[in-house]
């Protein structure tokens, strides 16, 4: 339904005011056809901002949860296999370090472009004549887990309300946020089962079947560890739809003109006596959530 | 004990200042949108016409200067239209805005609010002269009723199974409908106006003490209650859940066996054990009730910090912003502190090893 809204055969579009008709209850004739649930104190039709609104929250919480477990996923389970012991040998280093000085623009690109140069050297000598390289560890569970816990050492509302005034808000903005703090809970769940499942005996097969350990990471040890996310995805979706309604009720969110459910619930401060403008969003609200905690909850039982 | 507690919050530190920085960094991206707004006449006397535009220049970049913004931003700064082959990053030095804000930081200055004109910290301190009284006995309320209520509900009674089911209700609840249930339930004069709804800012109105204390406790009645009931749900689930688990081991069956009574065996040896992972919970209350201090606060009209974080949000007033997230960061720090201390208490084995 939240895919369909703009084919809807609706009376009103959402924000289109019908000001002659402010603050109507259910079933009222509005100027150009009936208001079935009737309009809001700026003369929206609650309807269609409901209809609309669902749509703003499927289009927004659903991708940012998806990303989420993405990104946690493959954050937290390269931190759980690899854990800080992973290591690169000098050359890529090198070359990593002198792209970066070079592409970045900093004092004297030459030396960037010089440090990348014998990087590159290191690289094609070792090709030539294999023999062994000296290796720099990468600190995978250490860069992970301190954004992890850096993102959460401050309630996820203070955080998303602090950025979101600060660098201006758009949907992609706000979906891009709201991933950014979403990620470090599944990062987490992955980590800890990817730690376990790191010592079964398949994945020790797999390496004594002499798998690049990337491979194994990617075919073997990750399709188990994202199993707790089967149970937490549905979760996460739930919190981010209480997180954006809560955003837009606070009037931090979406910009005005976008419709959702959050600031169809504010208009009741200004009209107390407008009960359906709180009770219809406020049911789909909760009625969402439930069922999704139940969804949940079932796949925890079924797991 | 020392040593591990002291790494963690030297830690939390490094994190609520990476954060606060970012937050500062990315907040100063649109500093002109705060000068324009600390204009608006003059933008209008633009737009209409009547005022010069040199004017209106100059009188931006005074308030950019009072403001210090006209500062770079950081340490370097990137030159937008530098010629090729060249270098294009320049060393600002100490004079940026970044190097100023962290030195008024460690003197304990927040710098001034844009809005406002008055420092930051002042407006911080009156409003969380309102705010903790509300969190601080929201917190209370919710730990010891979830105690109580976890307690009852592990000894199995009758009304076990609607008390779960309206505890897992309400947990789906998103704060702000929960407060905004309340307060049209309680303070709306169609339904039972027991409680005024707003008005608080208009205390000092009202001439005798006790009346006033009177008032004031009123006003704070449906907002406790909104996080209170918003914090009861997990914990007591939570603790709920472990004394279940508790009272499956061996050690709650040979309590039972030497004769107990049920009340008994979860009060002196079932609870201590299921409190200790519950406790983690308790010291996430503290920074979780920041943020629900803002909802409630702006359901409720009340002139707290949340309410003052709400409007900095909307009027882009980033020094005040800044000041909630390092307030933020300092809550958590004390959650962190409290969580080992109960720790400390609840648990002997940590005890005797320290």
């Given at each position: 339904m939240a895919l369909l809204a703009p084919y809807?055969?609706?009376?009103?579009?959402?924000?289109?005011?019908d000001l002659a008709h402010v603050a109507e209850a259910p079933y009222s004739m509005g100027s150009t056809g009936l208001h079935w649930l009737g309009t809001d104190p700026q003369g929206r039709d609650v309807l269609s901002v409901l209809v609309f609104g669902a749509r703003t929250a499927v289009l927004l919480t659903l991708p940012a949860a998806f990303l989420a477990a993405l990104l946690g996923s493959l954050a937290g389970g390269a931190a759980g296999f690899w854990g800080n012991t992973r290591r690169l040998a000098v050359p890529y280093w090198l070359l990593a370090l002198g792209g970066l000085w070079w592409g970045l623009r900093f004092p004297v690109p030459l030396v960037g472009a010089g440090v990348a140069a014998l990087g590159v050297a290191a690289i094609v000598l070792a090709l030539l004549r294999p023999r062994p390289i000296p290796t720099w560890p990468v600190p995978i569970n250490a860069i992970v887990m301190g954004a992890a816990t850096t993102l959460d050492s401050i309630p996820r509302l203070i955080l998303v309300v602090a950025i979101a005034a600060g660098s201006g808000v758009s949907a992609p903005g706000l979906l891009a946020l709201l991933t950014l703090t979403a990620w470090p809970h599944s990062a987490r769940l992955v980590r800890a089962q990817m730690l376990r499942i790191r010592t079964l005996p398949f994945i020790e097969a797999a390496h004594a079947a002499g798998l690049s350990s990337c491979k194994i990471w990617l075919h073997h040890a990750l399709p188990h560890a994202i199993q707790p996310l089967r149970t937490a995805l549905p979760l996460s979706i739930a919190g981010l739809l209480g997180l954006e309604s809560t955003l837009s009720f606070l009037g931090?969110?979406?910009?005005?003109?976008v419709a959702s459910w959050g600031r169809l619930m504010s208009a009741i401060r200004n009209e107390?006596?407008?009960w359906w403008t709180l009770a219809l969003p406020a049911t789909c609200l909760i009625a969402s959530i439930l069922s999704l905690n139940a969804l949940g909850r079932s796949r925890h039982k079924s797991l | 004990m020392v040593w591990p507690l002291l790494r963690r919050l030297f830690r939390t530190v490094l994190a609520v200042w990476a954060l606060a920085s970012s937050v500062f960094l990315l907040s100063r991206h649109d500093a002109n949108t705060a000068t324009l707004l600390f204009l608006p006449d003059s933008s209008e006397s633009v737009a209409t016409g009547n005022g010069n535009a040199a004017d209106y220049a100059a009188a931006q970049r005074a308030v950019q200067h009072r403001l210090g913004?006209?500062?770079?931003?950081?340490?370097a700064s990137q030159q937008p239209n530098a010629p090729a082959n060249t270098a294009q990053w320049r060393w600002n030095g100490t004079q940026n805005q970044y190097h100023r804000w962290m030195v008024r930081l460690l003197h304990g200055d927040l710098g001034t609010s844009?809005?406002?004109?008055?420092p930051v910290t002042t407006r911080m301190c009156s409003a969380l002269g309102f705010t903790l009284p509300l969190t601080g006995t929201a917190a209370l309320l919710a730990v010891l009723t979830a105690l109580a209520l976890a307690r009852r509900l592990a000894a199995k009674p009758w009304w076990q199974h609607p008390v779960r089911a309206a505890l897992v209700a309400v947990h789906a609840l998103p704060l702000f409908v929960l407060a905004l249930l309340l307060l049209l339930t309680f303070a709306n004069p169609a339904v039972?106006?027991?409680?005024?709804?707003?008005?608080?800012?208009?205390?000092?109105?009202?001439?005798d003490n006790w009346s006033r204390t009177q008032t004031y406790l009123l006003h704070l009645v449906l907002p406790v209650a909104a996080l209170t009931l918003a914090a009861l749900p997990e914990l007591t689930l939570q603790l709920d859940a472990a004394l279940t688990q508790e009272l499956r081991t061996d050690y709650a069956t040979t309590a039972r066996a030497k004769g107990l009574a049920e009340g008994a065996v979860i009060r002196h040896h079932a609870l201590r054990n299921a409190l200790l992972p519950t406790l983690t919970q308790v010291a996430e209350l503290l920074p979780a009730m920041v943020a629900g201090a803002v909802v409630v606060e702006v359901v409720f009209a009340l002139p707290g910090m949340g309410r003052l974080l709400a409007d900095a949000a909307a009027g882009r007033d980033y020094p005040v912003l800044v000041g909630g997230v390092l307030l933020t960061g300092a809550a958590r720090l004390l959650a962190l502190l409290l969580a080992d201390l109960l720790y400390f208490w609840a648990d002997p084995r940590i005890r005797w090893q320290s």
């Open positions: 809807l055969p609706l009376p009103y579009p959402p924000h289109e005011s931090i969110g979406l910009p005005p003109d107390p006596d407008a | 913004l006209d500062l770079p931003l950081f340490y844009f809005r406002t004109a008055q039972v106006a027991w409680f005024p709804a707003y008005g608080l800012d208009q205390l000092a109105a009202d001439s």
